[in-house]
């Protein structure tokens, strides 16, 4: 079976000499003018059927025509040969093109899904990112907060110590208020006890004057005068008692605690560390009005 390739070479020579005939009417051979060639005439339609008919190089199943009788009621075989061969070729053609058109498609599903991939990591990057991001905001937010509640917290434990400090203060200085007034209720029960007895003692002289107007009056004169040394006398002791023990000149009005002796004035108590009474530690010196 002859090549298609074969058959065209040999369909395109016999066409290109009778083409190379027809040119040379156009022109002239050997210095003569060729007689003017018609391009539309009647007459040369009659002839015709002495050409063989055009025969397209490439055959297409479905456009080109099918094999053509000759004049002399020919089969044209070489017309079937060529369409068969042509057909052959179109075959195995359009085999590479489906192939070709399968690994194109296979390359595509393959790129798509690449790109499928990368923009679905892309995609989970970013959510990811912005989770992230979003959880760091919230956890600074949530560890600012702690801080602050912190900072409120250590500001409220000392607030508290600072009223537990005062508090202390308060009752000591409260205790020694309490001392104070226990002692200030003493000295004047002290001191209206020594009153009930000078006037007991002064009742007591006036009862015992003598009978006559002479002893009455020498009675009464010796009782004026005993009256006189016993106020005289307890004066100075009272006057002893409210003297500091120490520079003997000013009044005692200092309450020394523990001890609860009033025996200091200001200024030697500020001076002293101890009772000069009891020779016990000062705790604490409190000034009492007297």
Same mark, same amino acid.
């Given at each position: 079976?002859?090549?298609?390739?074969?058959?065209f070479q040999?369909?395109?020579?016999?066409?290109?000499?009778?083409?190379?005939?027809?040119?040379?009417?156009?022109?002239?051979?050997?210095?003569?003018?060729s007689?003017?060639?018609?391009?539309y005439?009647?007459?040369?339609?009659r002839d015709?059927?002495?050409?063989?008919?055009?025969?397209?190089?490439?055959?297409?199943?479905?456009?080109?025509?099918?094999?053509?009788?000759?004049a002399?009621?020919?089969?044209?075989?070489?017309?079937?040969q060529?369409?068969?061969g042509d057909?052959?070729?179109?075959?195995l053609?359009?085999?590479?093109? #489906?192939?070709?058109?399968?690994?194109?498609?296979?390359?595509?599903?393959?790129?798509?899904?690449v790109?499928?991939?990368r923009?679905?990591?892309?995609?989970?990057?970013?959510?990811?990112?912005s989770?992230?991001?979003?959880?760091?905001?919230?956890?600074?937010?949530?560890?600012?907060?702690?801080r602050?509640?912190?900072?409120?917290?250590?500001?409220i434990?000392?607030?508290?110590?600072?009223?537990?400090?005062?508090?202390?203060?308060?009752?000591?200085?409260?205790?020694?208020?309490?001392?104070?007034?226990?002692?200030?209720?003493?000295?004047?029960?002290?001191?209206?006890?020594?009153l009930?007895q000078?006037?007991?003692?002064?009742?007591?002289?006036?009862?015992?004057?003598? #009978?006559?107007?002479?002893?009455?009056t020498?009675?009464?004169?010796?009782?004026?005068?005993?009256?006189?040394?016993?106020?005289?006398?307890?004066?100075?002791?009272?006057?002893?008692?409210?003297?500091?023990?120490?520079?003997?000149?000013?009044?005692?009005?200092?309450?020394?605690?523990?001890?609860k002796?009033l025996?200091?004035?200001?200024?030697?108590?500020?001076?002293?560390?101890?009772?000069?009474?009891?020779?016990?530690?000062?705790?604490?010196?409190?000034?009492?009005?007297?």
């Amino acid at each position: 079976m002859a090549l298609p390739q074969h058959h065209f070479q040999q369909h395109y020579q016999s066409q290109q000499q009778q083409q190379t005939k027809s040119f040379r009417n156009l022109y002239k051979v050997d210095g003569q003018m060729s007689p003017g060639v018609a391009y539309y005439d009647p007459t040369n339609l009659r002839d015709q059927s002495q050409h063989p008919p055009y025969v397209p190089p490439f055959h297409v199943v479905g456009l080109a025509p099918g094999p053509v009788a000759t004049a002399d009621g020919g089969d044209g075989g070489i017309d079937l040969q060529w369409n068969y061969g042509d057909s052959a070729f179109l075959s195995l053609v359009g085999d590479d093109i #489906d192939r070709e058109l399968q690994q194109q498609d296979t390359e595509i599903d393959r790129f798509l899904k690449v790109q499928s991939d990368r923009l679905r990591q892309t995609i989970l990057q970013k959510v990811q990112t912005s989770q992230l991001h979003t959880m760091s905001i919230v956890e600074e937010k949530v560890l600012q907060k702690l801080r602050q509640k912190e900072a409120e917290v250590e500001s409220i434990n000392k607030k508290n110590m600072e009223l537990e400090e005062r508090m202390e203060q308060l009752t000591v200085e409260a205790g020694a208020w309490q001392q104070r007034a226990r002692y200030n209720e003493n000295m004047i029960t002290a001191l209206k006890f020594n009153l009930q007895q000078i006037n007991a003692q002064s009742r007591d002289s006036k009862e015992g004057c003598g #009978d006559s107007e002479v002893d009455d009056t020498a009675s009464c004169c010796h009782g004026r005068s005993l009256d006189f040394h016993l106020l005289s006398g307890e004066k100075n002791d009272i006057k002893e008692i409210m003297t500091c023990k120490v520079c003997r000149v000013k009044e005692v009005c200092m309450l020394l605690l523990p001890c609860k002796h009033l025996c200091l004035c200001k200024d030697c108590e500020s001076k002293l560390s101890f009772c000069p009474v009891c020779q016990s530690s000062k705790f604490i010196g409190m000034e009492v009005y007297m």
